[in-house]
């Protein structure tokens, strides 16, 4: 009540858009509060980066978060992006034959899968979880999928750019997303000439980037589909080439405004739409806070972040820093993606993978192959992250994940089966196998050492979240660090370590955040 | 050990203040449904099969235009000769692997559409199957599935043990999304291994989590339902598609309660080699057929069951240079069952007018073909769910 009354106070005073209304009251963070915090901003958080932020003022907790911010991924790529020449693809009209098309195909399907398990990594890695979650919900915005893009090298590079814009400039990164290549290519952008519009880019950016539906006209879209005109990618080095030659050069209405626009100049013309700055928040907001935005505080966020020209700081900061974010209903209000409950399970528990590729085969194996959403809506997420096939392949996976003493122990693969074909032994055997489906061979048992790799001490983990002597106490403890709400089951035998940790990761509140 | 027993007298329920009501609770020992009309006035009683020819299949060697000169000048490597085929008229036929389906063809229990696609056909795998499965426009994206949009608005009896069980594909398809109760599962014997992983009990403190303990509650009353073993004298192809046919009839012969099941037959997407893989996929797909038929009869569901076969898209008509074809648009596809009507329908693929990417135009809308599944047999309005309103198909004996 206070400080939202404030809140208002201070907007129309116009006061600086850094000072937030919680600021003037909010308590120091809890050790819950820092927990709810870390694992809204990052993936699973330890029981002593959560120390670290017990204590602090909501904003000094937000800005040490966003200070800490990165603009480049710390694990090191892998070879082949560093490429440089001619990009090889069969195009058509060069008359590759099927077995150059197949070849192609599954020299991009293993490089896909090698981009896949570096993402994973550096989410493994990273010291700004913030920086990877944030580069995740672009990507998320921002949807190009390898299934249409094709080459891995072009999903790498637009990975580069969301990460180098994103906690950076909303604008910059519409504009810089508008001629990144994947794009160009996964909504037609290459296919957009004078005379022969194609529409998917200028409907998508007006529907899914910026706007958001309804707030635009079909005629809009075609008139804004002429500014893009000429928007493609030279096909030698793949990046990004205006050609001049079929851009449509007339004069354009979009939005109330008239000119011979370019692509940047309608671009603009969006940006310059308090709708936009709305859409883009209460996004945020169902990522960070809850599934139910608060529309009055929608608009007041958005319109500091407008003013602010659209600095994603700005936005993060007052999310961070709100009451609706710490609020008793936003606690474990939010469903894990895939990604949180594989990430952030690796993480809390220490867990280093050998090979990350296997989680992340794991990962879409749950519904969410990342460089692949299923279409330029992206994820849903929340509610439909959990159906009957995706929550069993979840519960298998922590179930064997956590499976103990069992010396073959191996985290199960949730429907490898699409994506890795297993090779017949007797095949192997009689060393008939093509150089494809040997390497394929190799890429299991790669899988396999990878799950094997991963160990969990349990007792010492428990000495780590807890040193109370009393085992109720412990598990009172490591219940704390797990669960973002109460289990719905009293965990089993509270005094034995991993039946402890199994039972409560194989609690339904542990599919929330 | 069923997932319901687990001793509760060890389980503390935590009980919050300003928890909603209990969400879930563990099925009673259920005994077999009793058959009751669904609330709505739809007759669940009738089981939907639909098959999935994953990949797109080539619809064009499926039921071929043999009296074309256009066909076989389009596939001079690809074309089946007419000596081959298993012929249904003067000028349709089937491939040859298809041919164990000739006596149900003979016995009028086979419809075949010709032509089934829609407008603006999208050529990926992933948007068409989408459009598919959503029923949606080309150009539209919806969320949930249309057979789920249909159970939203026409539920099935609560005491079904689900709305629908999906067999070989993690995909829900088109039981995606809403609150539908859909069971994906390998085999049962499986899914009931996995099933005791599901715990739904306790009370949902916010929405996210009332999800999450509805879900664990439907996987706890389906795995509740599906635990019968049924010794059928029908022999199953030992294919993974015959395995998949027999999950399919060891769940009509639980009788649990289950409107419609998904079966997912897979590597149509032929763009390179197509005769011998094509072959072999068809000749699975007719002695799983026949087989399923022979299962549904010893249980006397044959007349109770239809069967129907869908795609993204099909094939290009003109071959590639690969000894394959690649993605298409409209398609051939099938209806079975002991009260469908047999013979053609829809239209041959005009191959003298192929639109200028070289596919064919549709015949019959694919939505019109779920308006038939809709309000021809189980008796529930299909403009809601459709997205409109499509003249159901009379493939069905009144």
Redesign the interface.
Known sequence: MFPRAFTFCILFAGVSPIASASALGSAPLSYDDARHLLNRTGFGATSSEIERYVGMSREQAARKLLDGARTTALTPPPAWTAEVGPLRYPRPGDNA???E??LFQQEQVREGLELRGWWLSEMLATPSPLTERMTLFWHNHFVS?Q??VKLALLMYRQNVTLRAHALGNFGDLLHAVARDPAMVIYLDSAQNRKGTPNENFAREVMELFTLGEGRYAEQDIKEAARAFTGWSIDRDSGRFMFRPFIHDDGVKTVLGKSGNFDGDEVLDILLAQPATAEFVVRKLWREFVS?DPDERQVSRIARRFRDARYDIEVALNDIFTSDAFYAK?SR????KSPIDLVVGTLRQFNMAPSEPTPFAVAVA?MGQNLFSP????GW?G???W????????R??FL?RLFRGDDPSRMAAL??TE?MAPEMPRQALQQGELDPEKARQIRFMREMERGMQSVRFDSSKWMSQVSSAPDPARRAADAERVLLA??????P?APGDPLALVRSLV????Y??K | MSPTSKSTDRRRFLKRAGGLAVVALAPSAATRVAWAAAPSGADYRKLLVLIELKGGNDGLNTVVPYASSTYYALRPKLAIARDQIAKLSDSAGLHPALEPLLPIWNQRELAVLQGVGYPSPNLSHFRSIEIWDTASRSEEYLQDGWLTRTFSSAPTPRSFAADGVIIGSPDLGPLAGGGTRAIALANTDQFLRQARLAAAEGQARNKALAHILKVEADIMQAASHLNANYAFRTEFPQTGFGNAIKTASQIVANQAGVAVVRVTHGGFDTHSGQPATHARLLGELASGIVAFRSALDELGKWNDTLVLTYAEFGRRPKENLSNGTDHGTASAHFALGGRVAGGLYGEQPALERLSGDGNTGYAIDFRSVYATALERWWGVPSAGPLGGKFAPVPILRA
């Open positions: 034959s099927q077995m098309r197949k999928s299934q249409k599934p209903q474990a209000s939010l469903v194996g299923p279409n330029v809506k849903p929340q509610e439909t959990i159906n009957t096939s995706s929550l069993l392949a519960k298998q179930e949730p429907r699409s709400t109460a289990p719905q089951a009293e089993d194989l609690d339904a509140a599919q929330l």
